[in-house]
Each structure stands twice: as C-alpha cells, then as structure tokens.
C-alpha cells in the first residue's frame, strides 16, 4: 500500500490517509458568519471523496478579523450551532476536520463591517489596504479571541484547530518586515515578530488542553521583497515545535500583490519538476525540524504526493484548487486511477465566490 495511505495520529486524532485539504475561502457562509447547510454539504463532500484531514475556510476570530463577505465566523457562541452540524456531517460521511481560526488584519473587511481594519503597524502608502497600529492591549485581546475561537471549535466537536499565519493576514503580517516595522517586543528581530504568534498558539493551547491537536499554517517565505524570508520561517517553525505545535502546514506568498509567486498561483503544471511550489523550503525544514509537516502549493500528480512523502520533504500532502475541481480526487487515486488532477490553476473558481455563489470549478465539464 502507498505511504500516502497509510494511518497516522497526530496527537489525538487518528487519520486514514496523508490527504489534508487546504483552507481556503468557500463564500458560503451566511451574512453573520454563520454555517449554512450549502456550506456544510461541501465540507461533508470531501469527508466521502476521501480526504483524511479537511481543514476549513478560514473562521475569523473576533468581527474586525473578517476578511470578507459570505466568510465563516467562531467570534460568538451564535456560532456554535452550524459549526456543531458541520463537524458532524464530516463524522458521519468517515472524515476528520479542523477549523481554522484565522484573523485578516490589515486585510480586514472594512468596506462591510464598518470597524477599521487593524495591523502591526499602519498601511504602507499606495501598497497596502488603510489599516492602523494595533496597541498592546489590543494585541492581548486577540490573542484571547484566537483561545475562545478554539474553545468554541471543540465544543462544536472538530478534530483540531489550525491557526493561521499565513498568506498576509494578521499574524503572517506580524511575522513580515514587510508589513510589520513596529520598534517595541513585537517588531524587529524574527523572535520579536513571532512573539505575538507564539503568545496565540500559548492561549489555544491553554484553552483547549494538551491533547487536542493544535496546528498552524506558516508561509515558507512571503515572496515580496523585504518580506518574510526562508531563513526566518525555520527559526519560526523551531520556536513554534519548542511551544508545542502539533503539526505546520508550508504555504506561501501573500495576498499582497506579488505577481507569479502570489498565495494563489496561475499557470499549468505541465511538468512534475514544475510541482510542489515549496519543496525546496520543506526539505530545510524536514532537515532541521521533527514536528509533522504538511504542504501545500502546486502539487497536482500522485507522483509527485508520493515522492514528496517517501523522500521525507513531507508528512502530508495538502490540495485546495484539485478538490475544488474534483473533491473525490483522493478516493480516485486509492482505487489506482492515478491520472494526474484536472484543476489547470486558472483561479475561474474564484469568479463564483465574488459573485456571491460560492466555491465551485465552473470549467468543469463532468467528473474528470
């Protein structure tokens, strides 16, 4: 049997497979934030396609943390009822879920909700959405959000929380020169800029108990220049596997305009040598690192899965864009039809979300 299908335990969740389904944003949610059932049937779609770990779209963690329309929420108790019914139709379909808990910063959705959207520091003129400097005691305020959210996603009966530090919003913008050129505790060195990073996964932590898996998702580099570099992501990961992480998923890039190295890739991978975006940063990190790592980023072919996991760059193999397009992807290559995913990374799928229809591949001609 291929290693990608073997079963693992990440501290106390058992998993069928190495499959993880990236986070993104489904556009599904009700206007308050909460989980509707269209929502819940595409999160349960996955759990029989397959998949041994679906992780959410992100869930903002207190209402100026909203990164935009039709965005799931864990900010209030109100909550609580969908996301219960999302945990359990992914249980009862076989599956596993995280919730992402997540907040946008200076990406907040101002334009919606009428708060002011906060950062490490204030906008950087022409380059970055109007945001202000968060004070100390607004930082503590967060990091107590970020615990009460993942209270909320084990009461609701989720597997695991994922923290999000990645792709430019808050936390990703604290760690990034980039965005982050504060001259107090929580800017300068890489350790200074992680401070806030380590404080949120100290609250989770504190708030949900040592047994329950407590994951993170981590640029490899932001791809900007004077961003976040590889360098500085391992000395992240090692403080973040000292403060007892469960697991670090490996994305890249920014919402930040950064052209051919965005978050969100275009461009057929024509090639298995063109695929996993971050293979490079991952083998530095399974050289240096002992906590799980999951990645993500271009990665298309069984192959190519395959040789990531046996080669140790990678523990799991997280899709985003492939399951979109064909969320029984896993469940087709364990019945050895191994033809590579139909996703072509063209992003239309993001045509339906800003137009209030949800997540869908709607090039999709039939089962692929």
Known sequence: MPKLFEKTEIKSMELANRFVRSATWEGMAGTDGSCTQGLIDVTAGLAEGGVGL???????????????????????????????????????????????????????????????????????????????????????????????????????????????????????????????????????????????????????????????PVLIKLNSQDFIDGGLAVEEMLVVASLLEKAGVDAIE???????????????????????????????????????????????GGVRSFEVAEALVNDGKADYISLCRPLIREPGLVNRWRSGDRRKAGCLSENACFGPLMKGEGLCCPIKKGEV
């Open 250 to 296: 490996m994305s890249g890039g920014t919402i930040y305009a950064s052209g051919e190295y965005s978050a969100i890739r275009t461009g057929v991978l024509s090639k298995p040598e063109e695929e996993g975006y971050y293979r490079d940063a991952a083998a530095r990190f399974k050289a240096a690192l002992s906590v799980p790592l999951m990645l993500v």
């Open 54 to 212: 679906i992780i959410t779209g992100h869930a903002y963690v207190s209402p100026e943390g909203q990164a935009g329309p039709w965005q799931i929420g864990v900010h209030s108790d109100e909550m609580l009822p969908g996301l219960t019914r999302m945990a359990a139709a992914v249980h009862g379909a076989g599956g596993k879920i995280a919730l992402q808990i997540a907040h946008a910063g200076c990406y907040g959705f101002a334009s919606g909700t009428g708060i002011e959207a906060v950062g490490p520091s204030p906008c950087i003129a022409e380059k970055t959405p109007t945001c202000r400097e968060l004070t100390h005691e607004e930082i503590g305020a967060i990091c107590a959000a970020f615990g009460r959210a993942a209270v909320r996603a084990k009461e609701a009966g989720f597997d695991a929380v994922q923290i999000h530090s990645a792709h430019g919003y808050l936390l990703s913008e604290f760690l990034s020169p980039f965005f982050n050129r504060r001259n107090d505790e929580y800017g300068g060195s890489i350790e200074n800029r992680a401070r806030i990073v380590l404080k949120v996964l100290h609250s989770v932590r504190s708030a949900v108990g040592e047994d329950y």
